[in-house]
């Protein structure tokens, strides 16, 4: 009886909860669904009526074309998909090492870097920018060239993907584990690469999609290192339409769905990586 | 081996944290050394000659009263858009962490927002609270209905809106790893002892989840307080200039009014501030996750 | 779960592989074409972006030329972008920049071009400190726009603007316009670039003397509330948003759909300038739309006669990270753009700009253009004051008039506002 009455009251709640999420889920989601609609219409129909699902000079596919078209889309893709990757594991290495040996030696260095890596993460990056052209354009000119963003890119998610490291080996990862290895032989980059790596697979994930997408997105620092057209990145690309005065939303429409479509599969992806890491790695 | 000694700890730092000293000094320390050397000339973000002047730019900083009101108005925005951020990210957390169905379908779906950068999320924020949603109240209220952007309250209602919206998903993503890493014995085992679902939540999971309250709350009072490209692309300080962040303020006082060294000198005030509240914040969290 | 990791590392394998050999090709393109010169332009006038891109295709085939065209981004100052530019030592060959920034950046960056032959053909170059530094892309002047096909409509006449100088005979109108159906006639931009830099900014211009007028106000000598031409203006605006269609939302009224209203002669008039064209052409605009002064009651002719001028400026840079040939190549650029039919075509047709220089034909130019050309030819033009201080804009436009727009402040309380602004203003040195 109680289990049966437990087993309902589970259904309903779960029922609850379903509609709870549906409705926030709507919510959630309504900036993209105008996007989806209106991509499909011309200017003039979008200025007139928005939430229309068809305008009076009917249904287009031409925004798409067009955009790819002015994006150049398959070479600022294809710029954007190096940099992101290449930063993106970057990150997540040094970062997972530096994280490693703070959270596992109280030395003096390590709380100092920790601290000054805490700090800078709310340095605003306004206050940074002007210092970092003139000092890499001006004075070393190596601006212009992909590997120069990567680093930059490197440099400023360090901080944060540190920070995300150190609060998951400090309570993840048992450090009787680690003794036991030690008395095994193993040294500690073997312990760090063989054990402790592979537990902190949920903790990659999430640094690898909230980093990806990070560099995926970002404008202001790309802009400033990649001069160059033939550099552009998704966003930089993307902008060259806000640029205009008359903004063409149709094409924008259409530019937003292509720049943010990668990166949706890419998210579907490791969000099944995510599940199937935390539970492999759950076994504590 | 020997552990203490000096040439292994050196070995040990530059093998584990060389490189990222080496990228984290280049990328972040050097420029922001310069940048604290630039607030200390009367450069005007355009012309060769940077003459210096001493502390004139944090005077001038302090006796900005557009600064201080506009900080005065991030703290309130910041306070309420942090709450909300992580009360609804909890929620889903938990909710998307139960076992009902199609969890995982709702993970992703919460996390989309996410995957628009800023620019590009103010934009179609703007276009539905002007357009959408004018046209859908219009619809319903008949007459002409005021957009939320265009008052003043409502223009800073309409920011927080956008901040939760956006760093909700971001944030459930760090509880939901929380939630997963409580063992569902331990769960099980209040059960038995009688804990109802809202009982083990406060008592059990609350506590074991505190790492992931702090960097959560760290990360959105920090960002909220920074907040700039979606206040630029979605209200850009209208109307009035009313809805003019702190962030927004140091910019413009950088490089449209160009005054780049009392700019300069604001944003390093913020950074100032941002970093106490949040190393308070930090300091709190971690001395309750001790105790717990 | 081995063979995803495995994966991953693969991608990031390759990824790095592949930097490797894109930083490579980063740095060589820069200089690739051989024989060749390449430039670069910065473009300012963002809405001709598409056509400046195809224009410089078409060069490189005349000339050899190669022309780079970049977008200024519009979210931040041009004039900060071209700091941004100088300080990583990577500049713009040819900068096209807003009149104020010529006279700050001129002095260090701009290179001498008072030898070339346009230098004659042109009034609206500017000059600093003996150094022709501005070679002006286009005129522009601000004033009302009508749609004379949505006036006739209702009135059944033709409309002539010179009926309604006056703030009297222009109300009159707009009360007719009204009684004929025409709920609310006006339409009014709440950016602040168009209520502080284009509508008040009027104030300053149309004084007898405006340098005068502004250092009263820099040093809080002017009594603003009691002067003319403050409130002729103002009685216009008054008017202006007692007609504005968008009336109790009015500092949210969206540009696209004011600019539409206004193609499609939803409403009769809207303040702006011949740059909306680029805009309203976007829409199912009806033909008879033109430009006229904006209204008032004033004896000082200022009612017959557009504000602007020389709009947008190049500048060719001085520096060392520009080579001899690079600049000549650039000279020659501007050579053609004022001297060569193609050029001429390119101003006039491809870009419906109202060219600043007396040698090029400019009939072919959309209706707004040929209002200011035609005030321009008639000497009818008041012209731009380009030294306001920087946040001028920002603070006269957003904090006061928009407010004053929305109606939630009185005439006397702006007047206050703005001596109060001008009294902490930083001047512009000049």
């Known amino acids: 009886m109680d289990n049966e009455k437990a087993a309902r009251n589970k259904n309903i709640k779960h029922a609850i909860m379903i509609i709870v999420l549906a409705i926030l889920f709507v919510a959630f989601i309504f900036p993209f669904i105008m996007v989806l609609i209106n991509v499909f219409k011309v200017k003039a129909d979008i200025t007139a009526n928005p939430i229309a699902l068809i305008g009076k000079h009917g249904f287009t596919l031409d925004n798409f074309p067009n955009a790819v078209k002015k994006m150049n889309f398959f070479k600022v893709f294809g710029n954007s998909l190096i940099i992101t990757i290449s930063s993106t594991v970057g990150t997540i290495l040094l970062s997972s090492m530096t994280a490693y040996l703070i959270v596992r030696n109280n030395w003096k260095a390590n709380k100092i870097l920790f601290v000054l890596m805490i700090a800078s993460m709310v340095i605003p990056f306004q206050v940074l920018m002007v210092p970092l052209v003139s000092l890499y354009g001006g004075i070393f000119g190596i601006l212009n060239h992909r590997i120069t963003l990567i680093f930059m890119h490197i440099g400023f998610s360090l901080s944060m993907a540190t920070f995300m490291f150190h609060g998951s080996i400090h309570t993840n990862v048992p450090i009787s584990l680690e003794e036991a290895a030690t008395i095994d032989g193993c040294n500690k980059w073997q312990i760090f690469s063989q054990i402790v790596f592979p537990i902190l697979k949920p903790t990659i994930a999430t640094v690898a999609i909230i980093d990806a997408m990070a560099f995926w997105n970002d404008y202001l620092l790309p802009s400033l290192v990649l001069g160059r057209k033939e550099l552009y990145t998704i966003p930089i690309a993307t902008k060259v339409f806000y640029g205009q005065f008359s903004t063409d939303t149709g094409l924008i429409m259409a530019a937003l769905l292509l720049a943010m479509l990668p990166i949706l599969v890419l998210y579907i992806f490791l969000q099944r990586f995510i599940v199937e890491g935390i539970t492999a790695g759950a076994v504590k | 081996m020997k552990t203490n000694t000096i040439s292994y700890k050196i070995k040990q730092y530059l093998l584990f944290a060389g490189v990222s000293t080496v990228i984290f000094t280049c990328v972040v320390i050097i420029p922001f050394i310069y940048g604290l050397y630039l607030t200390m000339t009367s450069w005007d ?68 927002p996410n995957l628009l950068g800023g620019i590009v999320l103010g934009y179609v924020w703007k276009f539905v609270f002007n357009k959408a949603f004018v046209e859908l109240a219009g619809a319903i209220a008949s007459g002409n209905v005021k957009s939320l952007l265009a008052t003043e309250n409502g223009a800073i209602a309409a920011l927080i809106i956008v901040s939760v919206w956006q760093y909700a998903g971001y944030m459930m993503l760090i509880y939901v790893a929380g939630f997963m890493s409580v063992s569902e014995d331990v769960i099980e085992a209040a059960k038995i002892d009688g804990c109802t679902g809202t009982q083990s939540i406060i008592h059990i999971s609350i506590p074991l989840m505190t790492a992931s309250f702090v960097q959560c709350l760290f990360l959105t009072i920090t960002r909220c307080f920074m907040v700039y490209d979606v206040n630029l692309s979605l209200t850009n300080g209208d109307p009035y200039g009313s809805s003019a962040l702190a962030a927004m303020h140091v910019y413009n006082q950088a490089f449209v009014n160009k005054n780049y060294g009392t700019g300069q000198a604001e944003a390093l005030i913020l950074f100032v501030i941002c970093a106490i509240v949040g190393g308070i914040q930090v300091y709190v969290g971690k001395k309750g996750e001790v105790q717990a | 779960m081995k063979k995803r990791l495995l994966s991953l590392v693969m991608i990031a394998a390759m990824s790095a592989s592949l930097v490797a050999c894109g930083g490579s090709d980063g740095a060589s393109d820069g200089s690739s074409n051989g024989s060749g010169v390449s430039i670069t332009i910065l473009n300012s006038k963002t809405e001709i972006q598409t056509q400046f891109e195809e224009m410089a295709e078409e060069y490189e085939k005349a000339t050899g030329v190669h022309v780079e065209v970049y977008n200024a981004d519009t979210d931040t100052t041009v004039a900060s972008q071209v700091a941004t530019k100088y300080a990583s030592n990577d500049p713009y060959t040819i900068n096209m920049v807003d009149a104020k920034d010529v006279y700050s950046l001129a002095d260090d960056y701009a290179y001498d071009l008072s030898n070339e032959d346009w230098a004659s053909h042109t009034t609206a170059a500017i000059t600093v400190n003996g150094k022709l530094a501005g070679f002006p892309v286009c005129v522009e002047a601000r004033g009302i726009l009508y749609n004379a096909d949505a006036i006739k409509n209702i009135t059944g006449k033709d409309f002539d603007p010179a009926s309604v100088s006056t703030l009297d005979d222009f109300t009159a109108l707009l009360e007719e316009l009204k009684a004929g159906g025409m709920e609310a006639p006006v339409g009014l931009l709440s950016e602040y670039w168009s209520l502080g830099g284009h509508y008040f900014s009027q104030v300053y211009e149309e004084q007898p003397d405006p340098d005068a007028f502004v250092n009263s106000l820099l040093a809080g000598e002017e009594d603003l509330a009691s002067n003319a031409k403050f409130n002729e203006l103002m009685d216009s605006f008054d008017t202006l948003v007692k007609y504005n269609y968008a009336r109790g939302s009015a500092s949210n009224a969206d540009r696209e759909e004011t600019s539409m209203k206004l193609a499609e002669g939803d409403i009769a008039f809207m303040f702006g300038g011949n740059w909306d064209w680029s805009v309203i052409n976007q829409y199912d605009y009806t033909e008879n739309l033109g430009m006229m002064p904006v209204p008032q009651n004033t004896t000082d002719g200022s009612n017959e006669k557009l504000v602007g001028g020389g709009s947008k400026f190049f500048f060719v840079d001085n520096s060392d990270s520009t080579t001899d040939e690079q600049r000549q190549a650039a000279l020659d650029f501007l050579n053609w753009l004022v001297f060569d039919a193609e050029g001429n075509s390119f101003l006039t047709e491809d870009c419906a700009l109202v060219p600043a220089f007396d040698n090029i034909d400019s009939s072919a130019l959309d209706p707004l253009s040929l209002s200011v050309k035609k005030y321009a030819d008639e000497g009818k033009l008041i012209p731009n004051y380009n030294y306001l201080p920087d946040d001028q804009m920002t603070v006269v436009g957003q904090e006061i008039m928009q407010k004053y727009l929305d109606e939630a402040m009185t005439r006397d309380e702006v007047a206050k506002a703005v001596v109060d602004y001008f009294k902490t203003a930083t001047p512009i040195e000049h």
């Open chain 2, 45 to 112: 973000g355009v012309s060769r000659s940077k003459p210096f002047v001493g502390i004139d730019n944090y005077i001038s900083a302090f006796s900005d009263s557009g600064y201080w009101v506009s900080l005065g108005r991030t703290f309130i925005y910041s306070a309420i858009a942090v709450v909300l951020v992580n009360a609804v990210a909890f929620i889903i957390a938990y909710m998307v962490t139960s076992g009902i169905k199609g969890q995982n379908f709702f993970r992703a779906g919460f996390f989309i």
